[in-house]
């Protein structure tokens, strides 16, 4: 009993497992087993959605950045974990642990960056795809080898790959489990950028900054409209777009962003309270049926 009792994580193991940081509207989650490349297991992967939800949470936070400690991002599912007695089950490890992740980056409504600081493999490449904006060290690269020990692709892989880089080159990758450089990455338009590692710290700053200088609302009512988009027609795009716009146009953020242009000063955004994505969901479906019962009455 005693062995059993000290093999299970203290709260404050978990917590070293994952350190998360606030400072000046940016919220920091980072993986911190550095002596594991920051693999991952299920006292991670649980806390990283604890952290990803109070960050969203905050009304303080602009931007959320996730990224690891030492010299690797993430190398993706720990392997001794999957080797244990008790060990969790591959359909547990994604549904509970993996996919859940994926899911809470792409429905923040506040941005959020991948700090890839080293190596990121498997689902550690997963997170940084699913995240809005991908800022990599030169000497960071990505890596997905599920084919190289017999396993297949998970947690969106086959979504976000062929999406940004082309399917050739998502298939090739996929199939032959290559080393893709940050450089290469973004020549392909895998990621955003990549900074020479002493430059890196620095610029990663200067983008947090700005982003969080920006007005949230805005920000939200893009990251949505760009969700939408990988499903929307052209049709319902744009009147999806319309209807953020004219919301957005109602906000306190609008008049101040065009006051400040005629005035020839720095707009101070964020002082108001802002829209729901929620809310804008709620609009469009009340304007869908009003369009529905429209077309009715005409036949």
């Known amino acids: 009993m005693i062995n059993q009792i000290s093999n ?25 087993r550095p002596e594991n490349h920051n693999s991952l297991n299920t006292e991670m992967a649980l806390r990283i959605q604890d952290l ?16 690891g400690s030492g010299k690797s991002f993430c190398a993706g599912q720990d392997l001794d974990e ?14 509970l642990n993996h996919n859940p992740i994926v899911h809470k980056i792409k429905s923040s409504s506040k941005p959020v960056i991948a700090a890839v600081n080293g190596v990121a493999a498997g689902a550690g490449a997963v997170f940084a795809l699913a995240c809005d904006l991908i800022i990599a060290k ?25 999406r940004l880089i082309g399917m050739q080159k998502a298939t090739a990758h996929l199939l032959l489990g290559t080393k893709i450089s940050a450089e290469e990455a973004e020549r392909l338009g895998m990621i955003y950028r990549a900074i020479q590692d002493e430059e890196y710290e620095n610029e990663l ?19 949505f409209a760009l969700q939408q988009s990988q499903t929307n027609d052209l049709c319902a795009q744009i009147d ?17 962003g065009v006051t400040a ?9 964020n002082r108001q309270g802002t829209t729901t994505i929620s809310q804008v969901k709620q609009s469009i ?15």
Do not use: W
């Not at 999957?82 to 549904?95: E, G, Y």
């Not at 999806?240 to 957005?248: G, H, I, N, V, Y």
């Open 82 to 95: 999957m080797q244990r007695d008790n060990a969790p089950s591959i359909r547990d490890v994604l549904t």
């Open 240 to 256: 999806l777009e319309d209807e953020l716009k004219c919301m957005a146009g109602q906000s306190e953020d609008y008049l101040e």
């Open 138 to 162: 030169n000497s960071a690269s990505f890596i997905q080898a599920f084919t190289k020990i017999g396993l297949t692709p998970g947690s969106g892989s086959t979504y976000f790959l062929p």
């Open 285 to 299: 479906a009340l304007k869908t049926r009003q369009q529905l019962q429209l077309k009715a009455q005409m036949n």
């Open 8 to 32: 299970q994580p203290s709260n404050q193991q978990m917590q070293n497992l994952v350190l998360y940081k606030k400072l000046n509207g940016i919220a920091t989650i980072q993986l911190n």
């Open 261 to 269: 242009f005629f005035e020839k000063r720095v707009p101070v955004f």
């Open 205 to 223: 700053a200067k983008v947090c900054h700005q982003l969080c200088m920006m007005p949230a609302m805005s920000q939200a009512f893009t990251k």
């Open 52 to 67: 990803l939800d109070l960050a969203v949470s905050d009304e303080e936070i602009r931007v959320i950045i996730l990224t």
